[in-house]
Nanobody, 123 residues
Framework: QVQLVESGGGLVQPGGSLRLSCAAS?????????WGWYRQGPGNQRELVAT??????????DYADPVKGRFTISRDKAANTVNLQMNSLKSEDTAVYYC?????????????WGQGTQVTVSS
C-alpha cells in the first residue's frame, strides 16, 4: 500500500509560479518505479502533465506538450517525494492536480492516486 499526500496548490496570477509536492508513505513506497502528475480542468478529462520513471542508471522524464519549458518535475528519493515546479502559469493551467504512483508488487503493478490539490490561475 502507498498513501499519497499532495500540497502546494492555491491561487496565483497569470505569469506566476507554484510548486506542488507529493509525499508517499506506506509499506510499498520503496517499490515505486513511476511518479506522475496529472490534472483535470473544469469540464475536461484527466490528462497527463509530467512523469518520472525509474531507470537502471537514470530516471526518464516526460512532459505534456502544453507544459514543456514551463513545468519541471523532480524527485527527492530520500524523502519519497516528487515535486512539480510550475512557472509562467496560464489560465488554462487551472485544474485539480493529482499525483499518481505505480509500485512493482512482484507479480503485478499497483497504481495509487492522491486526493488532488486545486491550482487556480486568475487575475
Amino acid at each position: 500500500q502507498v498513501q499519497l499526500v499532495e500540497s502546494g496548490g492555491g491561487l496565483v496570477q497569470p505569469g506566476g509560479s507554484l510548486r506542488l509536492s507529493c509525499a508517499a508513505s506506506g509499506e510499498s513506497v520503496l517499490r515505486i518505479y513511476f511518479w506522475g502528475w496529472y490534472r483535470q480542468g473544469p469540464g475536461n478529462q484527466r490528462e497527463l502533465v509530467a512523469t518520472i520513471t525509474s531507470g537502471d542508471t537514470i530516471d526518464s522524464i516526460d512532459y505534456a506538450d502544453p507544459v514543456k519549458g514551463r513545468f519541471t518535475i523532480s524527485r527527492d528519493k530520500a524523502a519519497n517525494t516528487v515535486n512539480l515546479q510550475m512557472n509562467s502559469l496560464k489560465s488554462e493551467d487551472t485544474a485539480v492536480y493529482y499525483c499518481k504512483t505505480e509500485a512493482d508488487e512482484g507479480t503485478f503493478t499497483q497504481g495509487y492516486w492522491g486526493q488532488g490539490t486545486q491550482v487556480t490561475v486568475s487575475s
